[in-house]
């Protein structure tokens, strides 16, 4: 079976792009690179599929691209091109947020729509929820964004359950939980935590460090898209976490354990748009499609630390 995967050398992209290979799949991957980090640890990411023989790569803006020629070979999508981050959403960069993540996703869409697809996996992000007191989150819970980057990627849910309710497209939208591990994002708390304690430098904490979070192993994620993209009910909205809600320090206290190193931590006043608490409900995930994550914090970190140590002149 052939896929299309959008967004392909970032973090989940390229990740998921590997598993499916091993699990047998031929991949189209599509990206256009966009800068808001390095090209150079997004060619890194795809350096190993670009070796595969089931692997074809396409570099173009998903605004852009001729959907109809990828679509017409493939079987199913997982569309994970999105720009992301919270804090950068504000201001002048909201156009791009708007463009690629509404835009790009309805045009995606639009030429899904004319093809016979077995399942569109979508890519959305626990962000639609924003603060809630509703603890564990379910699906049903209010979604009240509290950043621009939140707005679109609910915005961009809606349009895939208009397609499914008005077309008919099979799409499926994965709420992800703070995905961590190896390739994440030189932008990401986990990643700018490892890399600070490993060279002395200071973490800055927004707020006091008591927020929560709910945080998922690259692996974990990776796998919720193949099972959902097998068994996921179309129309339907899932949760995709880790299994366990954390305070923030508590993980900066696992990091100093792992690296074996103290943090130079310097607190600063809490960001716009940074939900204070994040804890997801997955037994819908687990009923209808087997989601179990497998991976806790303390094991994930350890292993993204054992990969940063190898890679982390390229990756920070």
């Given amino acids: 079976m052939k896929v299309l995967v959008t967004g392909v050398s970032g973090f989940i992209g390229s990740s998921l792009s590997e598993k499916l290979l091993d699990e047998g799949f031929q991949v189209i991957g599509v990206d256009s690179f966009f800068n808001y980090y390095p090209r150079e640890i997004k060619e890194k990411n795809l350096e190993y599929l670009l070796s595969q023989p089931g692997f074809e790569f396409i570099e173009d803006d998903i605004l852009e691209v001729d959907w109809g020629n990828i679509l017409s070979e493939v079987e199913g999508v997982f569309h994970q091109a999105a720009i992301a981050g919270v804090r950068a959403s504000w201001g002048q960069m909201f156009d791009q947020y708007v463009q690629n993540n509404i835009l790009g996703t309805q045009r995606l869409l639009e030429a899904c729509k004319e093809e016979s697809l077995k399942k569109v996996v979508y890519a959305s992000s626990s962000s639609v929820y924003g603060d809630t007191d509703e603890l564990p989150i379910v699906e049903t819970s209010p979604t009240n964004p509290v950043s621009p980057y939140g707005v679109t990627k609910l915005s961009a849910e809606h349009l895939a359950s208009l397609y499914f309710k008005g077309y008919g497209v099979p799409t499926v939208s994965l709420r992800y939980f703070t995905v961590y591990g190896p390739r994440q994002r030189p932008d990401m708390a986990f990643h700018k935590f490892i890399s600070a304690v490993m060279k002395g430098e200071k973490i ?56 074996g190193k103290e943090a130079n931590l310097v607190f600063t006043e809490p960001q716009r748009g940074d939900a204070s608490h994040t804890f997801s409900d997955v037994s819908k995930a687990q009923a209808d499609f087997g989601y179990s994550p497998k991976t806790d914090v303390k094991s994930g970190l350890k292993k993204h630390y054992e990969w940063l140590k190898k890679n982390i002149e390229i990756y920070s």
């Fill in 204 to 259: 800055e904490i927004y707020g006091n460090g008591e927020q929560t979070r709910d945080f998922t192993y690259i692996d974990d994620a990776v796998l919720a898209n193949i099972q959902a993209f097998k068994k996921g009910i179309p129309g339907e909205v899932y949760n995709i976490g880790g299994g366990s809600r954390i305070k923030l320090m508590d993980t900066i206290r696992i990091i100093e354990e792992i690296v």
